[in-house]
T-cell receptor, first 112, second 114 residues
């Protein structure tokens, strides 16, 4: 059973467009992380959100944690080809120690 | 500060064999977790070690085992390999304190079982 559902699964856009990726669950998470993974490499941590309602900005990337700590979104403004990759959300349940539950990811392709 | 390192990067084995993968965490990190990544299932948690003790285990058969040494380096072993064990095996390290669960991943070991 996938605790975290990501949508969309695939996204192909042109350079300059905006996009939003969603990460939803019926479970409450102590914190939630977003990672980006490129082919053949391990996931690279982008951000951690901890407080319900929290918004964090990382240059053109904006991350939001839902008020109830059950969902999150990643918004990219003016996407660039360098943003291409697999975006993964991950969270730890309060009763699962430090084991991360991952969504299946959103594969983003940004073409020039 | 050097990142998480994993060796080997690529491995080809045949069914029935066993394999050992190695992970060196970021200096000062005491927690090491292992994950399996496949196209169908995504990333799934295998187990976590902290100060040489397994603290948490995912839903994998007993063929998957691990250990951690006093210098925090960790090894993962898979015995009696099956075709379905072909995957990218990722190691992640964490400082081990506090409530924030962020983990830092290595590049992974790509295991192919023929």
């Amino acid at each position: 059973t996938q605790l975290l559902e990501q949508s969309p699964q695939f996204l192909s856009i042109q350079e300059g467009e905006n996009l939003t990726v969603y990460c939803n669950s019926s479970s409450v998470f102590s914190s939630l992380q977003w990672y980006r993974q490129e082919p053949g490499e391990g996931p690279v941590l982008l951000v951690t959100v901890v407080t319900g309602g929290e918004v964090k900005k990382l240059k053109r990337l904006t991350f939001q944690f839902g008020d109830a700590r059950k969902d999150s979104s990643l918004h990219i403004t003016a996407a660039q080809p360098g943003d291409t990759g697999l975006y993964l959300c991950a969270g730890a349940l309060s009763n699962s120690g430090y084991a991360l539950n991952f969504g299946k990811g959103t594969s983003l392709l940004v073409t020039p | 500060k050097a990142g998480v390192t994993q060796t080997p990067r690529y491995l080809i084995k045949t069914r029935g064999q066993q394999v050992t993968l190695s992970c060196s965490p970021i200096s000062g990190h005491r927690s090491v977790s292992w994950y399996q990544q496949t196209p169908g299932q995504g990333l799934q948690f295998l187990f976590e070690y902290f100060s040489e003790t397994q603290r948490n285990k995912g839903n994998f058969p007993g063929r998957f085992s691990g250990r951690q040494f006093s210098n925090s380096r960790s090894e993962m072993n898979v015995s009696t390999l099956e075709l379905g064990d072909s995957a990218l095996y990722l190691c992640a390290s964490r400082w081990g304190q506090g409530i924030v669960h962020e983990q830092f991943f290595g590049p992974g070991t790509r295991l192919t079982v023929l």
